[in-house]
């Protein structure tokens, strides 16, 4: 057997098995991936392969696709979405559209998801579900629903609209191009519309009414943890001259800007003030006691005029904005107090916990009962849980504390609300450069990166955690193998095997048989890989059947974008993995139904609707 014959056999059966070992989950994503790359290393070292320009394979070669632009999009676009959340730059649109949803069924998501499908025809699929990402996942936790049950419907909603227009896709633009070049076939904008609605229109059937039953809600163990959140601290607000909340009158009992905490007590002086509140009108001196939840707290730390931003009014405390919330690195966390701690029977003040940790404790928690005093005037004791604002840094200091026991899943930063508009700016730019063309969408996502983080919306390290290392693998030891299958000529070979048995076929049979074959392997290559590969083999197997070459590449067009089954198999996919915690078997489970849909759907519709 020739050596280019085993190389081919040999690139076959790596393929195979790294297919195999992610579908099983027994190990890691990455060492799979990392695994593939090495056995093709090792493989082309072994048995020397000529390209078809003369040049041997190399290392080099199976290096590049970490390089790759599509992978850099999809890395920059994470981070660029991190710059989103970590500012709450979508929090008012989101907002609106949970309150629009509240009080109403799982099925709220739909319209939403409808949306996403017509952007997707006009826009660059990728932004597109970035931009909506954290607006479904707020939309789905308002009804009740796991992230998981709706991500990656999110992801193949776009995919189903970006097949129905010339630009809806790169592919698209790829295959036109490529076909105006060797053949008279010249598609615009609009040629295939139809035909892709119909198409597209079955697949949003599935995805819309079936999907959410297979999809299994999923849940990180911090998630899990943090789904008691409705848990209520006693905190304190003290009311200074030029506070947000002076002159503030109650109204049927309750104070407008305090809406998400339950007033428990206002100290005015020596004298309580106790609920009901009537005629009471806050002024310079007061303390306020409030029963609130983590979120009330985070989201009064982080607005511009910050409630919780004041003296406590004892002197031995400091001011309440001293963990840095001008430079937007303030992080909060929860900690117990341990038994035998030197915090028992003490109060905040006397324990003198700020001088001792850098920590502010901003509520108290406690689970027998929930003391209506002040919360400096509380004592201590073992199990109260302390939720505190500090730096990332003096937060981790605490696991080394005797005093407190640090509920590590529980630190989580307080956004930068002040650089939203800075956010919201940066991320409309990339997406109008991307979309109109202006600028390659890998330029226009670097440099959104780059912006996002010298403008302050996100430090280095925050953008380092928005990386995925499962995606930087996948990708990366994907393009790997599709460098591995076409020099060997096994990609070439497939198509040449197609051709050979489907000769004398009637034509419905040959386009079913292509939209299959364009489907299995565009899951696996990319979906530029597998158009670039078959868009010859179309057009030659129109003409050998004497066939007008628009249904062929049409259908090509339509299987390159079929991308459901692997997580590989689009940006967008990989995007939503990690938010929506799935594994390879999701994308199995959910995904191959969905091509099947598909495929029998064009199957049908496109013989009668070309006239075959």
């Known amino acids: 057997m020739h050596?280019?014959?085993?190389?081919?056999?040999?690139?076959?059966?790596?393929?195979?098995?790294?297919?195999?070992?992610?579908?099983?989950?027994?190990?890691?994503?990455?060492?799979?991936?990392?695994?593939?790359?090495?056995?093709?290393?090792?493989?082309?070292?072994?048995?020397?392969?000529?390209?078809?320009?003369?040049?041997?394979?190399?290392?080099?070669?199976?290096?590049?696709?970490?390089?790759?632009?599509?992978?850099?999009?999809?890395?920059?676009?994470?981070?660029?979405?991190?710059?989103?959340?970590?500012?709450?730059?979508?929090?008012?649109?989101?907002?609106?559209?949970?309150?629009?949803?509240?009080?109403?069924?799982?099925?709220?998501?739909?319209?939403?998801?409808?949306?996403?499908?017509?952007?997707?025809?006009?826009?660059?699929?990728?932004p597109v579900v970035v931009m909506f990402l954290p607006i479904l996942t707020a939309v789905a936790a308002s009804a009740g629903q796991s992230s998981s049950q709706v991500l990656m419907p999110l992801s193949f909603i776009a995919i189903l609209g970006g097949m129905t227009t010339l630009i809806g896709s790169s592919t698209n633009l790829l295959v036109a191009n490529y076909a105006a070049q060797v053949s008279d076939l010249k598609l615009t904008f609009f040629s295939f519309t139809p035909i892709g609605l119909m198409v597209a229109g079955a697949g949003a059937l599935y995805v819309l009414f079936v999907m959410p039953h297979l999809m299994r809600a999923r849940q990180t163990m911090a998630e899990e943890f943090q789904a008691t959140s409705g848990k209520q601290f006693i905190a304190q607000i003290e009311i200074t001259y030029g506070h947000p909340l002076v002159g503030m009158e109650a109204v049927s009992g309750m104070f407008p800007k305090l809406k998400d905490m339950t007033v428990r007590l206002v100290q005015r002086g020596q004298q309580p003030l106790l609920p009901p509140f009537e005629n009471v009108v806050l002024g310079p001196g007061d303390t306020v006691i409030v029963a609130a939840t983590r979120n009330?707290?985070?989201?009064?730390?982080?607005?511009?005029?910050?409630?919780?931003?004041?003296?406590?009014?004892?002197?031995?405390?400091?001011?309440?904005?001293?963990?840095?919330?001008?430079?937007?690195?303030?992080?909060?966390?929860?900690v117990v107090v341990a038994p035998a701690s030197r915090l028992m029977g003490r109060t905040l003040p006397q324990s003198g916990f700020y001088t001792d940790t850098g920590c502010l404790v901003m509520g108290i928690q406690r689970r027998s009962r929930m003391p209506r005093m002040a919360m400096n005037d509380i004592r201590l004791e073992a199990g109260d849980v302390l939720l505190v604002a500090a730096s990332e840094d003096e937060i981790a200091r605490l696991r080394g504390n005797r005093d407190v026991l640090l509920l590590d899943w529980s630190t989580a930063e307080v956004p930068r609300r002040r650089y939203a508009p800075r956010a919201l700016a940066i991320f409309g730019v990339v997406v109008a450069l991307a979309a109109s063309g202006m600028v390659p969408i890998v330029s226009a996502a670097v440099g959104g990166t780059f912006a996002m983080i010298a403008s302050g919306c996100l430090n280095i390290r925050q953008a380092m955690r928005a990386i995925d290392s499962r995606i930087f693998m996948l990708v990366g030891a994907s393009l790997a193998g599709a460098v591995a299958l076409e020099a060997t000529g096994g990609a070439s070979a497939i198509a040449t095997t197609l051709a050979s048995l489907l000769e004398g076929s009637p034509p419905a049979v040959v386009l079913s048989a292509l939209f299959f074959i364009v489907m299995v392997l565009t899951n696996f290559l990319s979906n530029n890989a597998a158009a670039v590969l078959f868009t010859p083999i179309a057009i030659n197997l129109a003409e050998q059947i004497g066939q007008k070459p628009e249904a062929f590449v049409v259908c090509l067009i339509i299987a390159a974008n079929t991308s459901f089954a692997t997580p590989v198999g689009y940006q967008t996919n990989l995007i939503v993995m990690g938010p929506g915690h799935y594994r390879f078997a999701d994308f199995l489970r959910a995904g191959v139904p969905l091509a099947l849909v598909l495929w029998l759907t064009f199957s049908l519709i496109a013989p009668w609707y070309y006239g075959l």
């Open 296 to 334: 009330a707290l985070a989201n009064a730390l982080a607005s511009r005029q910050p409630l919780m931003e004041t003296e406590t009014g004892d002197g031995n405390t400091p001011a309440r904005d001293v963990p840095a919330t001008q430079a937007g690195s303030v992080s909060l966390a929860e």
């Open 3 to 126: 050596s280019i014959d085993i190389a081919m056999v040999l690139t076959f059966v790596v393929i195979a098995a790294t297919v195999v070992l992610y579908a099983l989950e027994r190990y890691p994503i990455e060492t799979v991936a990392l695994g593939s790359v090495s056995a093709f290393i090792v493989l082309f070292t072994v048995i020397p392969v000529t390209q078809s320009d003369g040049s041997l394979v190399t290392t080099s070669d199976f290096l590049t696709g970490f390089a790759n632009p599509a992978l850099i999009t999809v890395i920059c676009l994470l981070i660029i979405g991190q710059g989103l959340f970590q500012t709450d730059a979508l929090e008012g649109p989101a907002k609106a559209i949970v309150k629009w949803t509240r009080g109403k069924s799982q099925w709220a998501v739909i319209p939403i998801l409808l949306v996403v499908a017509v952007l997707s025809a006009f826009l660059n699929n990728t």
